[in-house]
């Protein structure tokens, strides 16, 4: 009996407590406690019949934002200009013709340089490469081909891959094509071609014309030193 009192006494005290703070809601003495369909309780005075503007209704709590870890990840975006954000993976499969306009499959053409397990052979086997390595958002390899004696180097490593992925992002990169042969004397090589672009969100297009400079690197693979580019 003893503990059934101070129980009681406890249960008392707890609802004392909890009244007034959103747990449970203070009821007049002449009302009535009813439990609606609605899923929370709605206090009823004597002689109303629920369908009143006056009932006393304790409104369920708005809905909090979900948690970071349980937010729905947006899909990702297909294509190059597609809206719903960046698409981070651009390369092409394998077995599909390679970008750079060859006329091979991507996997024994460029991507093997891609992926360093082999060097460029020839100047103009680099620039194809490279100009994949732009088309697929590769800006890593874009940076390891380049000469650090040449006018495109830089020692900020961070701010440079941003510069590359941000050109990567504004263009669309539509067609290389490469005029006449390179001209190579011992470890140099020129190279004049042209690029067609396309800015994204839009219909502008345009395009570059360059005559780069590549060199041959202690390693016996070739690096992009510079060139002079030129867009209509």
């Known amino acids: 009996p003893a503990m059934h009192s101070i129980r009681l006494a406890l249960l ?3 609802l004392a407590c909890t009244v007034g703070m959103g747990f449970v809601p203070p009821v007049p003495s ?3 406690q009813s439990i609606t369909t609605l899923a929370y309780p709605v206090a009823m005075c004597d002689g109303q019949t629920g369908k009143d503007d006056n009932v ?3 409104l369920p709590r ?3 934002k979900a948690k970071r870890s349980e ?4 899909a990702p975006a297909k294509g190059f200009g597609a809206v719903g954000g960046l698409n981070f993976n651009r390369r092409t499969k394998s077995g599909s013709l390679c970008g750079c306009g060859s006329g091979t499959a991507y996997g024994v053409c460029c991507q093997p340089l891609h992926d360093g397990v082999a060097l460029a052979p020839d100047a103009l086997s680099l620039l194809r490469a490279r100009y994949t390595a732009f088309s697929y958002r590769i800006p890593d390899y874009l940076i390891e081909t380049t000469s650090r004696t040449g006018s495109e180097w830089r020692d900020d490593y961070a701010a440079w891959k941003k510069e590359v ?3 990567c992002d504004r263009f669309c990169f539509e067609g290389l094509t490469v005029e006449g042969e390179p001209k190579v004397e011992g470890d140099r090589a020129e190279i004049t071609f042209s690029v067609s672009l396309v800015q994204k969100g ?3 297009m345009m395009d570059s014309r360059e ?3 590549f060199v041959r690197g202690n390693d016996g693979g070739w690096l992009y030193e510079g060139g002079a580019v030129t867009y209509a």
Do not use: D, M, P
Request: net charge positive; proline share 0%.
């Open 165 to 167: 992925l941000g050109f």
């Open 71 to 74: 937010r729905i990840a947006a």
């Open 12 to 14: 008392v005290l707890v």
């Open 62 to 64: 708005r809905r909090e």
């Open 211 to 213: 005559t780069s400079v």
């Open 202 to 204: 839009s219909i502008k």
């Open 56 to 58: 006393q209704r304790k």
């Open 30 to 32: 002449h009302c009535r």
